[in-house]
């Protein structure tokens, strides 16, 4: 078309459309029921990623149109007060709007462009600052990429092919990680999903979280063959189950000693737990980190890093091969550096605040109605656990109350609050909480347990 007729056309197209909308004759509002149903004939289980099809808890899962603050509403204009923050990466809350500028700012200015560009330099820097452990790093688009590319490092840096992680971490879904223990802890594993060969699960072993002998023993009995040792710092992905008091400094000392990198997986924890992440809670310095959620302001990223002299192993650096079309997407950089140029002291003690009352007021509710729980927690991401005390490893979370966990999920979701739908995952309180926000949550679990 030429400009005159092409300019024309987009005319009349606006126009009728106005009028359609103008004489109420826009296409029926679409329930919540018939895109889960069109949803299912398109993904399987209905969803782009297991957690959300809500089988641990029952129930249909929401089908979420707009989020603003502390808060979601669903297609059917059902609000929710949400605890499940993307699963982490909205510390500052939904649609919050230096973020949400600064993404849009980059979409209009073009990006992507498949080359360096101002917001990723930034992103860098302020990273690098937050974290000086991170003396170099690279932008990736998942937790999982930049997890697997921190462990090909290793074992180039390294020439070991073995990798030690423990029960109940989740470090995404690349093959090596979706291992299970074989014959017992400190073993060579075996696969923990359909599709990963043998060969590959049995490169990694698995110890046991806070419990230091069992990673002594894995370190024994593959001397000299273990590359790396990955955590989650405060693991997260079994619940919220927190370093006991010189695990993780022992954990340090121990891989040095035998010649493995430590890596910590603060995807999580990066920017959560404190804004160094667990690293500058704990004060204990890892060879690699990587990072997600957070950093990305909601949008897709992940980012790995470190030792200068590890992280330039990296192409085109050094030998080992990385890459990716959308890595560093300047949308994504910049609405990362716009959350966490809003990470302030002021935020973190706020935080620390609401998860402390939110921690209290669940034990003391459960309490009075006769109920076993505890609560896992650090700083703003916290776990209630159908079991008391609160649970130290994977071995321990697994004797928690599933079952009470997902009648609690439901009976809370009744009174329209969105917990994340399984028990062995993080609750996520964001700076858009408030402290009346924590008030409502705690007289609706009082509910829910006395039920
Ligand atoms: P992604 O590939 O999902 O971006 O990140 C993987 C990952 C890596 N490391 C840690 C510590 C993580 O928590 C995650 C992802 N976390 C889950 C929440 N348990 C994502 C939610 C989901 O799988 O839908």
Same mark, same amino acid.
């Given at each position: 078309?030429?400009g005159?007729a092409?300019?024309a056309?987009?005319?009349?197209t606006?126009?009728?459309a106005?009028t359609?909308q103008?004489?109420g004759?826009?296409?029926a509002?679409v329930?919540?029921a018939?895109?889960l149903?069109?949803a299912?004939?398109?993904?399987?289980?209905?969803?782009?990623s297991p957690?959300r099809?809500y089988?641990a808890v029952?129930?249909?899962p929401?089908?979420i149109?707009?989020?603003?603050g502390?808060?979601v509403?669903?297609?059917?204009?059902?609000e929710?007060?949400?605890?499940v923050g993307?699963?982490?990466?909205?510390?500052?809350?939904h649609?919050?709007?230096?973020?949400?500028?600064? /993404?849009?700012? *980059?979409l209009?200015?073009g990006?992507?462009? $498949?080359?360096?560009?101002?917001?990723? !330099? @930034?992103?860098?820097? =302020?990273?690098?600052?937050?974290m000086?452990?991170?003396?170099r790093?690279?932008?990736?688009s998942?937790?999982?990429?930049?997890?697997?590319?921190?462990?090909?490092?290793a074992?180039?840096a390294t020439?070991?092919?073995?990798?030690?992680?423990?029960?109940?971490g989740y470090?995404?879904?690349?093959?090596?990680?979706?291992?299970q223990?074989?014959s017992?802890?400190a073993?060579?594993?075996l696969?923990a999903?359909?599709?990963?060969?043998?060969?590959?699960?049995?490169?990694?072993?698995l110890a046991?979280?806070?419990?230091l /002998?069992?990673? *002594?023993?894995a370190?024994?009995?593959?001397? $000299?063959r273990?590359?790396?040792v990955? !955590? @989650?710092?405060?693991? =997260?992905?079994?619940g919220?189950?927190?370093?006991?008091?010189?695990?993780?400094e022992a954990?340090c000392?121990l891989?040095?000693?035998?010649?493995?990198?430590?890596v910590f997986?603060e995807v999580?924890?990066?920017f959560?737990v404190?804004r160094?992440?667990?690293?500058?809670r704990?004060?204990?310095t890892?060879d690699?980190?990587?990072?997600?959620?957070?950093?990305?302001?909601?949008m897709?990223?992940?980012a790995?890093g470190?030792r200068?002299?590890?992280v330039?192993?990296v192409?085109p650096?050094g030998?080992?091969?990385? /890459?990716?079309t959308?890595?560093?997407h300047?949308?994504?950089?910049?609405?990362g550096a716009?959350?966490?140029r809003?990470?302030?002291?002021?935020l973190?003690?706020r935080?620390?605040r609401?998860?402390a009352?939110?921690e209290?007021?669940l034990?003391e509710?459960?309490?009075?109605?006769?109920?076993?729980?505890s609560?896992?927690?650090v700083?703003?991401?916290?776990?209630?656990?159908f079991?008391?005390p609160?649970?130290?490893?994977?071995d321990?979370?697994?004797?928690a109350?599933a079952?009470?966990?997902a009648?609690?999920?439901?009976?809370?979701?009744?009174s329209g609050?969105l917990?994340?739908?399984?028990?062995?995952?993080?609750?996520f309180?964001?700076?858009?909480?408030t402290?009346?926000?924590?008030?409502r949550?705690?007289?609706?679990?009082?509910?829910?347990?006395?039920?």
């Amino acid at each position: 078309m030429t400009g005159a007729a092409d300019t024309a056309q987009t005319a009349g197209t606006a126009q009728a459309a106005g009028t359609a909308q103008a004489a109420g004759t826009a296409e029926a509002a679409v329930t919540g029921a018939e895109y889960l149903r069109r949803a299912a004939s398109l993904f399987p289980g209905g969803v782009n990623s297991p957690v959300r099809a809500y089988r641990a808890v029952g129930g249909d899962p929401p089908v979420i149109a707009r989020g603003s603050g502390a808060t979601v509403t669903d297609v059917d204009g059902v609000e929710y007060l949400d605890y499940v923050g993307a699963f982490g990466p909205l510390i500052l809350g939904h649609a919050h709007p230096a973020v949400t500028a600064a /993404a849009v700012a *980059e979409l209009e200015a073009g990006g992507p462009f $498949g080359a360096t560009t101002p917001p990723e !330099v @930034e992103l860098g820097e =302020a990273i690098r600052e937050a974290m000086p452990s991170i003396e170099r790093l690279r932008f990736v688009s998942s937790g999982t990429e930049a997890v697997m590319s921190a462990l090909r490092v290793a074992r180039a840096a390294t020439g070991r092919e073995l990798v030690l992680k423990f029960e109940g971490g989740y470090h995404g879904h690349s093959d090596g990680l979706l291992a299970q223990a074989g014959s017992g802890l400190a073993t060579l594993s075996l696969p923990a999903s359909a599709g990963v060969p043998s060969a590959i699960a049995a490169q990694t072993v698995l110890a046991r979280y806070n419990d230091l /002998a069992s990673v *002594e023993a894995a370190f024994q009995r593959h001397a $000299g063959r273990i590359a790396a040792v990955i !955590v @989650e710092p405060v693991t =997260a992905n079994m619940g919220v189950v927190a370093p006991v008091p010189g695990f993780l400094e022992a954990l340090c000392e121990l891989s040095a000693r035998n010649g493995a990198l430590l890596v910590f997986d603060e995807v999580i924890t990066g920017f959560r737990v404190a804004r160094g992440g667990a690293q500058a809670r704990y004060h204990v310095t890892p060879d690699l980190t990587v990072l997600g959620k957070i950093i990305g302001g909601g949008m897709p990223v992940g980012a790995y890093g470190g030792r200068a002299d590890l992280v330039d192993l990296v192409a085109p650096a050094g030998p080992v091969y990385q /890459a990716g079309t959308l890595s560093g997407h300047p949308a994504a950089m910049a609405a990362g550096a716009a959350a966490l140029r809003l990470l302030g002291a002021g935020l973190y003690a706020r935080l620390e605040r609401l998860g402390a009352s939110l921690e209290a007021g669940l034990v003391e509710a459960a309490a009075a109605a006769g109920r076993r729980v505890s609560v896992g927690r650090v700083g703003s991401i916290l776990t209630l656990f159908f079991r008391d005390p609160a649970p130290r490893d994977f071995d321990e979370v697994r004797e928690a109350d599933a079952h009470a966990f997902a009648r609690f999920h439901r009976a809370m979701r009744a009174s329209g609050i969105l917990l994340p739908p399984a028990s062995q995952e993080a609750w996520f309180v964001s700076a858009a909480h408030t402290e009346a926000d924590v008030a409502r949550t705690i007289e609706a679990a009082r509910e829910a347990f006395e039920r």
